[in-house]
């Protein structure tokens, strides 16, 4: 068996003068850490996306023996959860590629509150390069149902054992071609160590991945060079690990037939459950309630700085400078009009988020920057962007908001009226660009083969009613909304050359009678906006301007039943106090109570799920 064991981390302070000479510079640590240990768990990526300017000089300090284990990225596990993580998942293992034959593995940590979701889970298998072999943390026992081990297993991955001090991993359970145990008490004496290398010998694992808790005490190497003591002596247990190959077979490595990570074992056991940890506020670890500990904590409270800088970049026409190619900052200063030195700190700190590529004074835009941030892109997305950096100065009073019940927003106290044409301008295109990317597949979705008149109300820029007549050459459509959207939405019908089958018709949908008799209404995003009783009024409205029979559809971003999730919805609800005087966030079932009041029949919803944990909501009059 090839055993690698290490700590979680191993860029601490505190263990200078204990592990570390006292007088060790921090960039000489991984080094001094590689000649003691052969493998080392990395917190640093789930914090933050990996870039190979980071990861390419780890591979270079440490022995061709060396492992890294790295943690995927917390936007994948506790963020999205593992819902539309395509792009994150290809970035990661695009660019983990870069340590070749020293990354070890993956391990994907779970909060406790996420519950077993297979379909995710074999969404996401299927992102995992082949060459990669990952272990899997779930902290809530639901995932070790269902046949998910065995899923795993057979994918060639495995389930990691987790011992802690508030829940102690009495065994490992089930078997498997190769382990990951995390050893996370504070504490473990001479016959602990002992007990639980007896344990991992009694496995029939090709290769082990052993990792000890960080502490300021230092323990935690200490007991790593210990545990590699006791695995020698072992008949089966080896620590020879194979430039990160560890379980290559003798015909493996005479082949070569194996890339990062190693081969992918074929076999998987259930693991030990605990509470579980995360990464503390010195780059340690630090125990984790429900998928919060202090550094979640912490890094949630200041995410916004991050956000801050995204939205200067996109509102001083950073990454839309850099569109034809790379620039010194002193020549984007000019450009953008700025101080120098702030450009600088600005540039710099775009460069660290891995938005911008840095070589000496010189920047230029990431391939993600190119496709989503600069001008000149079809998939620009700095219109929504902007809608979010004029949100910014209401949510930061939201304590009020939510004391006094009531609107902190101008547009909120004032009506839609008082935005600013920037304002106007970056919502409804803010709009258009979400809209774009999901209309064809609702449009697909929607038969409206046999349909002739579209009424979408509050259209804006009239997204979803262009893409349904693309797609029904026999449609026409009207968007109604006030009149401040018309100019956005008649250029917009004009860029698809629609002007001959969709028309603009200026009115207010709760004061204004809806124009015309059609066959279909559409409600795109409409009654979040409107409290309860308006929500009714309009439903009622959108029915009376339908002819017998025709279809209604209502697209929101629905909460569940029970009101305490998904998180998008719930906080969009809180967007809508910020901005509304009664607006917020409804579930599917109260949304289908409201059509069934209005007299809407056999109400369904359709098999599209949009971005946000939105859905469409089917019925006829």
């Not at 071609?177 to 009694?202: H, I, N």
């Not at 995003?525 to 029915?543: F, Q, T």
């Amino acid at each position: 068996m090839n055993l690698h064991v290490g700590t979680s981390g191993y860029a601490y302070k505190e263990w200078k003068g204990i592990f570390y000479p006292e007088k060790i510079s921090p960039k000489e640590m991984l080094r001094f850490y590689g000649e003691r240990l052969n493998a080392v768990e990395i917190n640093y990526t789930f914090h933050h996306m990996p870039t190979e300017r980071v990861l390419g000089p780890w591979a270079e300090r440490v022995p061709d023996n060396f492992v890294f284990a790295l943690k995927a990225p917390q936007v994948v596990t506790h963020v999205k959860r593992l819902k539309d993580v395509g792009e994150e998942a290809d970035y990661f293992f695009r660019t983990v590629a870069v340590l070749g034959k020293k990354l070890g593995t993956v391990l994907f940590q779970f909060p406790a509150s996420f519950r077993a979701n297979r379909p995710r889970l074999e969404d996401l298998l299927r992102l995992i390069p082949e060459t990669v072999a990952c272990a899997f943390e779930f902290r809530s026992p639901t995932w070790l149902d269902a046949g998910i081990p065995e899923l795993l297993a057979g994918a060639g991955h495995t389930l990691c054992t987790a011992d802690a001090d508030e829940t102690l991993a009495e065994e490992i359970l089930g078997a498997a071609s190769w382990g990951y145990v995390r050893l996370r008490r504070f504490d473990y004496t001479e016959a602990d160590l002992s007990q639980w290398a007896e344990r991992v010998r009694a496995q029939p694992w090709e290769r082990a991945f052993i990792f000890f808790k960080h502490e300021d005490e230092a323990k935690g190497p200490g007991e790593a060079l210990r545990f590699r003591e006791l695995g020698r002596c072992g008949p089966t247990l080896d620590d020879s690990s194979t430039a990160g190959h560890g379980g290559a077979s003798d015909e493996e490595k005479r082949s070569g037939d194996h890339g990062p990570g190693g081969h992918r074992p074929g076999r998987s056991g259930r693991a030990g459950r605990s509470g579980g940890s995360g990464r503390g506020p010195e780059g340690g670890e630090d125990l984790v309630y429900e998928g919060w500990g202090a550094a979640e904590l912490l890094d949630l409270s200041g995410s916004y700085w991050k956000t801050c800088a995204l939205h200067a970049g996109v509102k001083l026409g950073v990454f839309s400078a850099f569109s034809a190619g790379a620039l010194p900052a002193s020549e984007l200063a000019e450009r953008v009009k700025g101080d120098p030195r702030g450009v600088g700190m600005l540039l710099r700190a775009l460069a660290a988020l891995g938005l911008l590529v840095k070589a000496g004074d010189t920047y230029a835009n990431s391939p993600a920057a190119t496709r989503f941030l600069s001008r000149d892109s079809p998939e620009y997305l700095g219109h929504i962007l902007l809608h979010h950096h004029h949100l910014m100065a209401s949510w930061a009073r939201l304590p009020a908001a939510v004391r006094d019940g009531a609107p902190v927003h101008a547009r909120g106290a004032e009506g839609p009226e008082a935005a600013t044409e920037e304002e106007r301008e970056s919502f409804l295109m803010g709009m258009f660009n979400l809209a774009s990317a999901l209309a064809p597949r609702v449009a697909a979705e929607v038969d409206l083969s046999d349909r002739r008149r579209v009424l979408d109300v509050g259209g804006g820029p009239g997204t979803y009613a262009i893409h349904f007549c693309l797609r029904n050459p026999g449609l026409t459509a009207t968007v109604f909304d006030l009149p401040t959207t018309r100019p956005f939405a008649e250029r917009t019908i004009e860029r698809f050359g629609l002007g001959d089958r969709v028309r603009f018709v200026a009115g207010n949908y709760l004061e204004d009678p809806l124009p015309g008799s059609h066959d279909v209404a559409w409600l795109s995003h409409v009654l979040h906006a409107e409290g309860p009783e308006d929500c009714r009024s309009l439903l009622r409205k959108a029915v009376s301007a339908l002819e017998p029979g025709g279809a209604l559809l209502v697209h929101e971003f629905l909460l569940d039943d029970s009101l305490d999730g998904p998180l998008f919805p719930a906080l969009f609800s809180l967007n809508m106090l910020l901005g509304t005087r009664r607006g917020q966030s409804y579930s599917e079932g109260q949304v289908r109570e409201m059509l069934s009041e209005a007299g809407v029949k056999r109400v369904r919803r359709l098999a599209v799920k949009g971005p946000n944990d939105s859905g469409v909501l089917s019925g006829v009059t």
